[in-house]
T-cell receptor, first 114, second 110 residues
């Protein structure tokens, strides 16, 4: 069974540009999450989708971040315009509905804003 | 969300048993205790989850005392490949967002 995949693995952009990160969850997982770790900090929750609906977006830092999950399959996280403080590693995770509440993480996308 | 406290780092040798204790004094009735492992350049990986008493799987054991204010992850006979950061998380599964702390950096030496 394929795991959670993320694309790209690494992105380098200039301040003010736009970047779109993609996450493909494990097939059949209704729950999809975005997290990020900025330099030297802890991994922080961004938002949670249940199928195509945003269940919890309390962790989204500001309106420069837009997450979508059309059709309840893959998800994208767009940062527009990117700022220096957005640099970090963005993780996507997915989980099946119900117990156990195990989240499967992807390898992450390392975003560098210069 | 219950705050967790765990050692910043631990050292061990191959073949030894490693116990990592996590404190979560204000754990709520609905909270589960979950441990994740993270290797460099990878996403966290689920190890084990429990609510009370003892849980064991093919990778580790999780010991939770009756008051649930702490938990201990036990890794039997560690190898070099167990060198990683281990996170203790406590949360209400009704809210699925995971809250990561700083974790415990385990270094296993030959």
């Amino acid at each position: 069974e394929a795991g959670v995949t993320q694309f790209p693995s690494h992105s380098v952009i200039e301040k003010g540009q736009t970047v779109t990160l993609r996450c493909d969850p494990i097939s059949g997982h209704d729950n999809l999450y975005w997290y990020r770790r900025v330099m030297g900090k802890e991994i922080k929750f961004l938002l949670h989708f249940v199928k195509e609906s945003k269940q919890d977006e309390s962790g989204m830092p500001n309106n420069r971040f837009l997450a979508e999950r059309t059709g309840g399959t893959y998800s994208t996280l767009k940062v527009q315009p990117a700022e220096l403080e957005d640099s970090g590693v963005y993780f996507c995770a997915s989980s099946q509905p119900g117990f156990p509440y195990e989240q499967y993480f992807g390898p992450g996308t390392r975003l560098t804003v210069t | 969300l219950a705050k967790t406290t765990q050692p910043i780092s631990m050292d061990s040798y191959e073949g030894q048993e490693v116990n990592i204790t996590c404190s979560h004094n204000n754990i709520a009735t609905n909270d589960y205790i979950t441990w994740y492992q993270q290797f460099p350049s990878q996403g966290p990986r689920f190890i084990i989850q429990g609510y009370k008493t003892k849980v064991t799987n093919e990778v580790a054991s999780l010991f939770i005392p009756a008051d649930r204010k702490s938990s201990t992850l036990s890794l039997p006979r560690v190898s070099l490949s167990d060198t990683a950061v281990y996170y203790c998380l406590v949360g209400d599964t009704g809210r699925r967002a995971l809250t990561f702390g700083s974790g415990t950096r385990l270094q296993v030496q030959p």
